[in-house]
């Protein structure tokens, strides 16, 4: 009888659903949004912002050489955003981003909306909501730039960990607020979760990246208060192909798992003012990333051939932004990369880097809830191969929407 | 592939079996043991709801009556209420667009999503004013597209408040529709009589009255009657035609069902922090019509209004636009009775 009815359930509805789309077309299309995001940024470091960030000891990876901005003015992206309920199930979304250099589909998701239970399930190419700053996009930062941590292990400006993939969550039916959430993703992080999948490195079939995350809230007796804590780990198939040499060919495969664990918080203080005055929040995050790389072929020392890489690495930054005026915020960052900075070479050799730390202040104004300016200052102190040096860097970054865009999450 | 299919095949089977659940918690409000819970944007919504709901019904709201009812944000805690809600009520006409669809979509509660039964927007069948006509875009600061959405400052609009409330309550909890419909009668004899009198209201019956009120003929109509009028309607009569300037355009419905006249606004588009071009000429406006008052809510900067009070010798009046926006003001008639009595106080003639 039930399978009858689910039967019935799953013809007639839609046949209803239609009928009515035939009345009243003008009302189905969808939202559509643009998100102009450009900045000037200037720093004084020897040979820019994008060599500094590759060379970061314990964190060095020849692809973040090629992200960085130019001293000058440079265009982060511009975000289109179309979303609309598909029917009387899903909900979905695009966000087709144009860069300087070329196209790409940021997110295009599929996602339940009437699952009982208080469970969703979400398809497509999405932003995992690993960790707090991982799933909010380009134009919902605080700051003009990523925390170090990220930006060093996920990295590459707005990419992070973005993947085609399932993700279903929980909300429970608890009192106070526990959402829980696992996805099975490709696996294409190029700095974190990387596959090549040729020879000499072995064929791992897709999902390679599994992730599970936690979010909890306690329920504060005054309501001007919000606290919310998460927890999240992610484990993945990684493959790296490098020239330690330097001579331009590739001469070292490695192939194992990498994981990344994280903990966050994030405080909010609403003093019931209009446009942001008197608000605080308060939010911070550790990550934590182990890897496990078996060397899988070796053409200067072929002896390696089998043994291990094994790196364990951390980061943590801690922020506040503070409504000074109405729509005026004041913003306060310090990062910290490298406390845990442990290589183990396939050699045996142990190297363990010191750490890099940089502080960040930025005073933003925006003007309406559609346009953003922000200044911002950082002095960062990193610790590259066997020198250190201290940068200076500002930008001036203005951020503009356009069109109807959803408000954003806690 | 085969998994795939089966994912399919699950998703397709519980968007099934909830349907099913569906029709058994319909069943559920029957338990007379039970209340409904009920989440409200606003305190308004949440004095009126109870009002109705009485005992059956448990109310949260989600702002606080002393919040800008614009920007509220979607709280872990907002969203455990939602996600055990029967019932969600809201303002409408875009009010609340920076929370709401956050809110129902992190619910995960069926329940209270737009069209079912579990959602309710109020806004329906009130008495609008402000609807655009022609073009709107966003130059024109938060110009709301279906019309200001401040309307519940005018008794008449709580009076249809009342009735779509009531009507839902009784529509999700039948087996309570007595109590409901009787709450509701009580409720607008309440508002008609603080409206009226309750001289008036007795004799002429407050529908009769209303009809009189709206189309602008109450003061003629009720010459011909052997009744005088009493409630808010008399005690505001020394307000009319008082010239005052207003920070948002929150107060429209108040000032228009009480005559009061708008001089002019401190934000020069709604939405928008004014300049010291457009404060100058507020200020010329205001010393030439001779205005002596700024009404102002309880959340806004009161830096520009301060300033122009300063340049022209007004005096600035900061009240609740909502229910618990002042400690004294703890349900809907004491609301109005608050507005009223402060104006009176600083410009009553």
Redesign the interface.
């Known amino acids: 009888m039930?399978y009858i009815?689910?039967l019935l359930?799953?013809f007639l509805l839609p046949a209803l659903v239609l009928g009515q789309q035939a009345q009243k077309q003008g009302y189905f299309n969808p939202d559509i949004s643009v998100i102009a995001d450009t900045f000037y940024q200037s720093d004084n470091s020897k040979d820019g912002m994008a060599n500094i960030l590759s060379n970061v000891s314990g964190f060095n990876h020849p692809l973040n050489a090629e992200f960085g901005p130019d001293n000058g003015f440079n265009m982060n992206e511009l975000e289109i955003f179309i979303s609309a309920n598909v029917d009387a199930?899903f909900?979905g979304w695009a966000i087709p981003v144009l860069e300087p250099d070329g196209a790409e589909m940021e997110e295009a998701v599929i996602q339940?909306?009437?699952?009982?239970y208080?469970?969703?399930?979400k398809a497509g190419k999405f932003f995992s909501d690993f960790g707090r700053v991982n799933p909010q996009h380009l134009h919902a930062w605080d700051f003009s730039d990523l925390p170090l941590i990220y930006r060093l292990t996920l990295g590459v400006e707005a990419e992070g960990l973005n993947d085609n993939g399932?993700q279903v969550s929980w909300?429970a039916?608890?009192?106070?607020?526990i959402?829980t959430g696992l996805e099975m993703l490709q696996g294409n992080n190029e700095l974190m979760f990387n596959y090549v999948g040729e020879d000499p490195l072995p064929e791992k079939a897709g999902p390679r990246l599994f992730i599970g995350w936690v979010?909890f809230?306690p329920?504060?007796s005054n309501?001007q208060h919000?606290l919310?804590l998460g927890i999240s780990g992610a484990s993945g198939i990684h493959q790296e192909i490098l020239d330690n040499d330097a001579d331009g060919t590739d001469d070292q495969w490695l192939s194992g798992i990498n994981q990344f664990w994280g903990l966050d918080f994030v405080y909010?203080y609403?003093s019931?003012?209009?446009?942001g005055?008197g608000k605080w929040v308060v939010q911070g995050e550790y990550l934590n990333f182990h890897r496990n790389l078996e060397v899988e072929q070796d053409t200067l020392t072929p002896l390696s051939v089998g043994k291990n890489r094994k790196d364990t690495q951390d980061g943590f930054y801690l922020q506040a932004t503070y409504g000074f005026?109405?729509?005026w915020r004041l913003g306060l960052r310090y990062d910290q990369v490298g406390l845990i900075n442990q290589m183990e070479l396939p050699s045996g050799l142990i190297e363990s880097p010191d750490a890099s730390n940089r502080i960040t202040a930025m005073t933003d104004w925006s003007l309406?809830?559609?346009s953003r300016i922000r200044f911002q200052f950082s002095q960062g102190n990193y610790e590259l191969a066997g020198r250190d040096e201290k940068v200076s860097q500002v930008f001036l970054n203005m951020v503009i929407s356009l069109g109807a865009h959803?408000?954003h999450?806690? | 592939m085969k998994r795939l299919m089966l994912?399919i095949m699950l998703?397709?089977?519980?968007?099934?079996?909830?349907?099913?659940?569906d029709k058994e918690l319909n069943v559920c409000f029957a338990d007379a043991s039970q209340s409904l819970r009920v989440l409200t944007t606003t305190s308004d919504l949440k004095s009126i709801t109870e009002e109705i709901g009485g005992k059956y019904v448990q109310v949260t709201s989600i702002c606080?009556g002393?919040?800008?009812p614009?920007?509220a944000?979607?709280?872990?805690?907002i969203?455990?209420n939602a996600?055990?809600a029967d019932l969600l009520v809201v303002i409408g006409l875009e009010l609340e667009?920076?929370?709401e669809?956050?809110i129902i979509?992190?619910?995960?509660n069926?329940k209270i999503?737009p069209g079912a039964d579990g959602y309710l927007d109020v806004s329906d069948g009130v008495l609008l004013r402000e609807l655009p006509t022609g073009k709107v875009d966003?130059s024109m600061?938060?110009v709301h597209p279906f019309g200001n959405p401040h309307y519940w400052l005018d008794p008449y609009n709580a009076r249809i408040m009342s009735q779509n409330i009531s009507n839902r309550l009784q529509k999700i909890d039948p087996t309570r529709s007595a109590d409901y419909q009787a709450n509701y009668q009580a409720f607008i004899k309440k508002i008609d009589e603080a409206m009226f009198g309750a001289e008036a209201t007795a004799k002429i019956g407050g529908d009769k009255l209303w009809e009189q009120e709206i189309s602008g003929k109450l003061d003629e109509f009720i010459k011909g009657q052997e009744v005088q009028l009493g409630g808010w309607i008399e005690k505001a009569r020394p307000l009319r035609g008082l010239k005052i300037v207003i920070f948002h355009r929150s107060w429209t419905y108040f000032t228009n069902r009480f005559g009061l006249s708008t001089t002019g606004e401190i934000e020069p588009k709604p939405?928008?922090?004014p300049g010291p071009g457009h404060l100058k000429d507020l200020i010329q406006k205001m010393k030439s019509e001779n205005a002596r008052i700024i009404l102002m809510?309880t959340?806004?900067?009161r830096k520009s209004s301060d300033f122009v009070a300063n340049q022209t010798g007004a005096s600035v009046a900061i009240c609740a636009l909502s229910v618990g926006g002042k400690a004294e003001v703890n349900d809907y008639i004491s609301l109005i009775d608050h507005l009223i009595n402060h104006l009176l106080k600083l410009g009553g003639k």
């Open positions: 039930r009815i689910i359930y799953l199930y909900k339940t909306t009437g699952l009982p208080g469970l969703q399930l399932l909300l039916p608890t009192d106070y607020y959402l979010k809230a329920n504060l309501p919000a919310q909010k609403d019931l003012k209009s446009y005055q005026l109405p729509r309406t809830e559609f959803g408000a999450k806690f | 994912v998703v397709m089977s519980t968007i099934g079996l909830e349907w099913i659940e606080a002393n919040q800008d614009h920007f944000e979607a709280k872990p805690s969203i455990v996600r055990k667009v920076g929370y669809p956050l979509e992190g619910a995960r069926a999503k966003r600061g938060d939405g928008i922090p809510e959340f806004y900067d």
